[in-house]
């Protein structure tokens, strides 16, 4: 059974720093493309940044690039986002999710197939 596990959300001040971790399990991840997503209260999900495992692609909105950074490690089967200069409206239940590669679009929550269960990231001003 294939298993998303996110960690390090928490409450930081803003221009501060988070990293998420993404545990993932029960397959390869080689031929996935991963992603993190965010929900605030009363807004859709959020596309924030997405890596395919294999050869490390990497793709940002605006909003997150030159603060927000994604990567992985291959021997922990984890991805992290790396969150620097946080503001206020980064505050969100942040989620990790996979798809394969091969299909579909990587900002695009409804073709991922896989998620975690969430990680709160609140930033206070």
């Known amino acids: 059974q294939v298993q998303l596990v996110e960690s390090g959300g928490g409450l930081v001040q803003a221009g501060g720093s988070l990293r998420l971790s993404c545990a993932a399990s029960g397959r390869t991840f080689r031929s996935y493309t991963m992603g993190w997503f965010r929900q605030a209260p009363g807004k859709e999900r959020e596309f924030v940044a997405a890596l395919r495992w294999f050869g490390g692609s990497t793709y940002y909105p605006d909003s997150v690039k030159d603060r927000f950074t994604i990567s992985r490690d291959n021997a922990k089967n984890t991805v992290y986002l790396q969150m620097n200069s946080l503001k206020p409206e980064d505050t969100a239940v942040y989620y990790c999710?996979?798809?394969?590669?091969?299909?579909?679009?990587?900002?695009?929550?409804?073709?991922?197939?896989?998620w975690g269960q969430g990680t709160q990231v609140t930033v206070s001003s």
């Open positions: 999710a996979g798809r394969p590669s091969i299909s579909g679009s990587y900002d695009r929550s409804q073709d991922y197939d896989t």
